[in-house]
Nanobody, 125 residues
Framework: QVQLIESGGGLVQPGGSLRLSCAAS????????MGWFRQPPGKEREFVAG????????FYPDSVKGRFTISRDNAKNTVYLQMNSLKPEDTAVYYC??????????????????WGQGTQVTVSS
């Protein structure tokens, strides 16, 4: 069992930055691939970043590539999402998720086994 708690969301101006954190409980955190998803109002949840258990590989969709960076600290049971050059279209509830796979990075919602409660990110002037 893994419990995930996101933090770090808020209101930011276009072009600004935010760093989201996801703290995990459970002694097997380091064996999970981790992902970040977002869900804009009225839209489906979408994948924005993923990282393997070791942190050696990451994956991003084109919509955020070069602006978002995912990282993890297994000693602290925490995964991060650094978001730079934020745009109004990045506004969404952001969720972290854990997948019971180690060396691949799933991008499908159904591939993830545990989810956090989400944190709101609003990009507006």
């Amino acid at each position: 069992q893994v419990q995930l708690i996101e933090s770090g969301g808020g209101l930011v101006q276009p072009g600004g930055s935010l760093r989201l954190s996801c703290a995990a409980s459970g002694r097997t955190f380091s064996t999970y691939a981790m992902g970040w998803f977002r869900q804009p109002p009225g839209k489906e949840r979408e994948f924005v970043a993923g990282i393997t258990w070791s942190g050696s590989r990451t994956f991003y969709p084109d919509s955020v590539k070069g602006r978002f960076t995912i990282s993890r600290d297994n000693a602290k049971n925490t995964v991060y999402l650094q978001m730079n050059s934020l745009k109004p279209e990045d506004t969404a509830v952001y969720y972290c998720a854990a997948a019971l796979v180690a060396t691949v990075i799933p991008s499908a919602v159904d591939s993830y086994n545990y989810w956090g409660q989400g944190t709101q990110v609003t990009v507006s002037s």
